[in-house]
């Protein structure tokens, strides 16, 4: 929430407000006690929405101030400097005093300047699949898929209420029970589709985990799963056989043809997290237990991964929680899962900065580490990381790696029990931490693994200074 004292440029805001209310700038004015004139500057960013403005605006139209009040700033200077980076578009430096001064004063046209940045991308990455055959082809389909996946995530906050009602449908029809979830599933299984669901031997199916045969009235399940992942694979089926119509609707809505095989799967992906962790007794738990991972896991019988995704959709009008990010990373620094949230963005493209306390979880597995970091823009965030154990491996192959991190914005860590442990007064000092090395501008890294574009690197036979780049500034 806003804290007193603070004064959001979020004029933009206040005008799409008027606008989709059908009001004058005059009619508003006199709603909300100020002159049309005042109004006026405030919707050009040229006064602040103050706090008792903002509170008038809550009272007088049905808004949700925590999100009203929120800046779009850092994420669309993230974006910006990502877009300016790009090779493209060489020649053309532009510094981050600039881009802030560009999105404070104009941020729809920052918005729509990204929205032509993004059709670009989507024509290039056309032109290259078409250039290309087979596997290659197949491969950059796939990854656009999953960054449109992950901006519609992020457009809506990761939340979608009408899953969440089904959810509660399902719960309630289905008669299930936390403590009883697996066997209840199963007899609604039995009772109302009728279909059996048995555990098979992992060397009977092979790589498969959960397989459904409706000749038989079989879903299989591999015994390699443990109890959560059974019941998330179960209602993963539920969902496919019981949703279709609240998910198409969601899907013909989102307008993406290309990616409707995979937004089908994540929606129902979020139906079953949605069941197995209700909304408001979830929310209700992660602020009574003060955002304890381990001990949400074990009341709603959920894995580690579980909770922290759960945590990311807490975003319900009137029953919020914290706004955190989430990312995946590998050993060797790569992204299979990413939510930006809040001040923390993370780069489209590229890795994630090695100071970021999520690659130091592989250095004490299974224990959950904790930092408070600091961004570019002076944003500071606070993240917790901690290594999960993958779905299965089969025999006499390499066990993969994955750390996970949970962040938010460090106003929030003394309602979250994992920073109990840390001084967050004046005295901490952050650690500095970067999006991605091509967009960051810390040019004291001495972790930096590539020179960011715009900047020229130097190279001095007499001297020799701290990183791999010497870097004209």
Known sequence: MLELGEKPMVGHKVRRLRKDLGLTQSDMAATIGISASYLNLIEHNQRPVTVPLLFKLGQSFDIDLKDFA??????????????????????????????????????????????????????????????????ERQSLHSASLVEDIRLYLQHHGNYFGELEEAAERFIAEAGLRRDTLYSDICAWFKRELNLVVQIVPAETMGHSLRRYDPHRGRILLSEALRRPQRIFQLLLQAAFSTQDDVISAMITKADKPAMASLLRNTLAGYFAAAVMMPYSSFAEAARALRYDIDLLGRRFGVSFEQVCHRLTTLNRQGDRGISFFFIRVDPAGNVSKRLSAGKMQFANHGGTCARWVVHHAFRVPSKIVTQVAELEEGQQVFTMART??????????????????????????????????????????????????????????????????????????????????????
Not at 99 to 119: C, E, G, H, M
Not at 450 to 468: A, C, S
């Open 388 to 473: 999960v154990s993958p779905l299965w491996t089969p025999p006499g192959q390499p066990e993969p790696e994955f750390a996970v991190a949970l962040g938010c914005d460090v106003a929030h860590a003394r309602d979250i029990v994992h920073a109990d442990h840390l001084d967050l007064g004046k005295a901490t000092k952050p650690v500095p931490v970067g999006i991605g090395c091509h967009v960051c501008e810390r040019m004291d890294c001495a972790q930096r693994s590539q020179p960011p574009l715009g900047h020229n690197v130097r190279f001095d036979p007499y001297t020799r200074k701290l990183g791999l780049f010497d870097l004209e500034v």
């Open 70 to 135: 929120a800046d779009d700033s850092t994420r669309l200077i993230a974006d910006l400097t990502e877009m300016f980076a790009d090779s493209a578009i060489s020649g053309h430096t532009v510094s981050k005093r600039e881009l802030r001064d560009f999105v404070s004063s104009q941020p729809n046209i920052a918005a729509t300047l990204l929205q032509f940045y993004s059709s670009f991308l989507d024509l290039k990455s056309n032109i290259q699949t078409a250039a290309v055959s087979g596997g």
